[in-house]
């Protein structure tokens, strides 16, 4: 099924389960905006999109993706996810997604700039620091958000870097918001863990126990993690857990993986995808070789259906589906990545018993500290990282109990928990404005 699709049909069952109607679906079925239009690099053209989904909350929000596979459908999508995602988080933000379906790898970094800047000229008259901020996703970067703030200031003839986020520190990003989104969900799953939920607490509910942490519940160097997708928030989540003492068991992107069992030294690895542009030849690095015999290279699909306690997909949309959930081994899946889960699999792991924490909540470290970055701008200010860094946690934290209390309260899962508190404060707001 088609992920739009599938995406509104779990916002009617959610709305039908709150006994919400009054035509809020019809309102909700659509985005209030698309744009389509061609950009041209390198004397080609591309096909590009930004879907403005719903603002009922405050403006549009959302990244900008430069991928061969962007099509109308992921972007309408990915905009839905990001007004649910700033509604669990209660941050006052609607949400929006673009993209340009484009292979930025086969472009010279010229052309690239001027595909960033066409990008802009494109949809500047509908983006603004009150109307649609957008922000970096798949395959864009501090240095591409610069060009575009720098062709909107232009264009409007004004210094506006409120009308885009993900910028580089320099040119007023915020510190932090590049390891943002990994961070946030190293937040929510040693959170998750800390509070042993579904253990000590609602043993009882629809949810089993995944991994009851023993002792002073701050000990994760038993725990096992796999990471699919080593792109900004892949690396950043797996440096994030590595520094909490996690065991990051294997690794991948886009070219294939690599495993060890004891473990891989995730600042080696760094370094040395930084050499060579991949993980998958990283398998041998510093002093793992001598120290970790048992290593192998992978690929993603053995990566995806590794022994770990833990698994992380942090590349793209549909990477589980009915074909490999039967063979998911790990008790907890963050989902980092938007969408990797389809629906299939999502009742196929939910009867096995396999906990999802859903990206609505677990990848929305991206989404807060880009709303950082834009107070931050309206104030012409800049924080201290540490500064940020606390409001993060406090705020994944918050979010993480607020769905905590809708599992319970509803004896549901996370995932319905997580659309439940988002459609609820969405269509609240829709009502009150009245104008939708
Ligand atoms: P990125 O471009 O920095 O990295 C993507 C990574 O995925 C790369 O390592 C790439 O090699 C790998 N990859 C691509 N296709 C793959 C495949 N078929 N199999 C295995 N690996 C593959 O992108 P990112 O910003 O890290 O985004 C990753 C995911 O996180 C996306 O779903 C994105 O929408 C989501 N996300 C990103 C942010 C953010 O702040 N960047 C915020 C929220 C959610």
Same mark, same amino acid.
């Given at each position: 099924?088609?992920?739009?699709?599938?995406?509104?049909?779990?916002?009617?069952?959610? /709305?039908?389960? +709150?006994?919400?109607?009054?035509?809020?679906?019809?309102?909700? *079925?659509?985005?209030?905006?698309?744009?389509?239009? *061609?950009?041209?690099? =390198?004397?080609?053209?591309?096909?590009?999109?930004?879907?403005?989904?719903?603002?009922?909350?405050?403006?549009?929000?959302?990244?900008?993706?430069?991928?061969?596979?962007?099509?109308?459908?992921?972007?309408?999508?990915?905009?839905?996810?990001?007004?649910?995602?700033?509604?669990?988080?209660?941050?006052?933000?609607?949400?929006?997604?673009?993209?340009?379906?484009?292979?930025?790898?086969?472009?010279?970094?010229?052309?690239?700039?001027?595909?960033?800047?066409?990008?802009?000229?494109?949809?500047?008259?509908?983006?603004?620091?009150? %109307?649609?901020?957008?922000?970096?996703?798949?395959?864009?970067?501090?240095?591409? &958000?610069?060009?575009?703030? #720098?062709?909107?200031?232009?264009?409007?003839?004004?210094?506006?870097?409120?009308?885009?986020? =993900?910028?580089?520190?320099?040119?007023?990003?915020?510190?932090?918001?590049?390891?943002?989104?990994?961070?946030?969900?190293?937040?929510?799953?040693? #959170?998750?863990?800390?509070?042993?939920?579904?253990?000590?607490?609602?043993?009882?509910?629809?949810?089993?126990?995944?991994?009851?942490?023993?002792?002073?519940?701050?000990?994760?160097? %038993?725990?096992?993690?796999?990471?699919?997708?080593?792109?900004?928030?892949?690396?950043?989540?797996?440096?994030?857990?590595?520094?909490?003492?996690?065991?990051?068991?294997?690794?991948?992107?886009?070219?294939?993986?690599?495993?060890?069992?004891?473990?891989?030294?995730?600042?080696? @690895?760094?370094?040395?995808?930084? %050499?060579?542009?991949?993980?998958?030849?990283?398998?041998?690095?510093?002093?793992?070789?001598?120290?970790?015999?048992?290593? *192998? @290279?992978?690929?993603?699909?053995?990566?995806?259906?590794? #022994?770990?306690?833990?698994?992380?997909?942090?590349?793209?949309?549909?990477?589980?589906?009915?074909?490999?959930?039967?063979?998911?081994?790990?008790?907890?899946?963050?989902?980092?990545?938007?969408?990797?889960?389809?629906?299939?699999?999502?009742?196929?792991?939910?009867?096995?018993?396999?906990?999802?924490?859903?990206?609505?909540?677990?990848?929305?470290?991206?989404? @807060?500290?880009?709303?950082?970055?834009?107070?931050?701008?309206?104030?012409?200010?800049?924080?201290?990282?540490?500064?940020? +860094?606390? *409001?993060?946690? %406090?705020?994944?934290?918050?979010? /993480?109990?607020?769905?905590?209390?809708?599992?319970?309260?509803?004896?549901?899962? &996370?995932?319905?928990?997580?659309?439940? +508190?988002?459609?609820?404060?969405?269509?609240?707001?829709?009502?009150?404005?009245?104008?939708?």
């Amino acid at each position: 099924m088609q992920l739009y699709k599938s995406t509104i049909n779990k916002i009617e069952e959610t /709305l039908k389960f +709150l006994g919400i109607d009054g035509g809020v679906l019809e309102k909700l *079925k659509k985005p209030q905006k698309i744009l389509e239009f *061609k950009v041209s690099a =390198g004397g080609k053209k591309y096909k590009g999109w930004r879907v403005q989904y719903n603002n009922a909350r405050g403006p549009f929000k959302g990244g900008i993706r430069f991928h061969p596979g962007v099509n109308l459908d992921e972007m309408k999508a990915l905009a839905v996810w990001m007004a649910l995602k700033a509604a669990v988080m209660n941050i006052p933000l609607g949400g929006a997604k673009g993209g340009i379906a484009v292979d930025p790898f086969k472009l010279s970094q010229k052309e690239l700039e001027s595909l960033s800047r066409g990008y802009i000229k494109a949809i500047y008259k509908n983006i603004g620091p009150w %109307k649609d901020i957008p922000a970096p996703d798949v395959n864009t970067n501090a240095q591409i &958000m610069a060009w575009m703030m #720098d062709e909107y200031s232009k264009i409007t003839d004004n210094f506006s870097p409120a009308v885009i986020t =993900g910028k580089p520190v320099e040119i007023g990003g915020s510190y932090g918001r590049e390891n943002a989104t990994g961070v946030g969900g190293a937040f929510v799953l040693i #959170d998750f863990l800390k509070k042993n939920y579904f253990c000590d607490k609602f043993e009882k509910g629809k949810n089993k126990c995944p991994i009851r942490l023993m002792g002073d519940h701050s000990d994760f160097s %038993k725990l096992t993690v796999a990471i699919q997708g080593f792109g900004n928030v892949g690396s950043s989540i797996a440096q994030a857990l590595y520094k909490e003492g996690f065991k990051i068991t294997a690794i991948s992107d886009v070219q294939g993986g690599i495993r060890s069992e004891h473990g891989f030294n995730i600042f080696e @690895v760094i370094d040395c995808v930084k %050499k060579t542009g991949t993980v998958s030849g990283c398998y041998c690095v510093g002093n793992m070789c001598e120290a970790q015999g048992n290593y *192998k @290279v992978i690929s993603n699909k053995d990566l995806l259906e590794s #022994d770990v306690d833990i698994l992380i997909p942090a590349a793209l949309e549909n990477q589980i589906t009915k074909e490999n959930a039967g063979k998911i081994k790990a008790k907890i899946i963050l989902e980092m990545a938007n969408g990797p889960i389809n629906p299939e699999a999502d009742e196929i792991l939910k009867k096995r018993g396999v906990l999802m924490i859903p990206d609505i909540l677990a990848n929305a470290g991206g989404i @807060v500290v880009s709303y950082f970055e834009w107070m931050q701008n309206l104030q012409g200010d800049q924080w201290e990282e540490g500064a940020v +860094l606390s *409001k993060l946690h %406090k705020l994944m934290a918050g979010s /993480l109990a607020d769905v905590i209390k809708i599992v319970e309260k509803y004896n549901t899962d &996370m995932r319905t928990a997580a659309y439940i +508190l988002a459609i609820e404060r969405i269509s609240r707001a829709m009502n009150l404005r009245g104008g939708f």
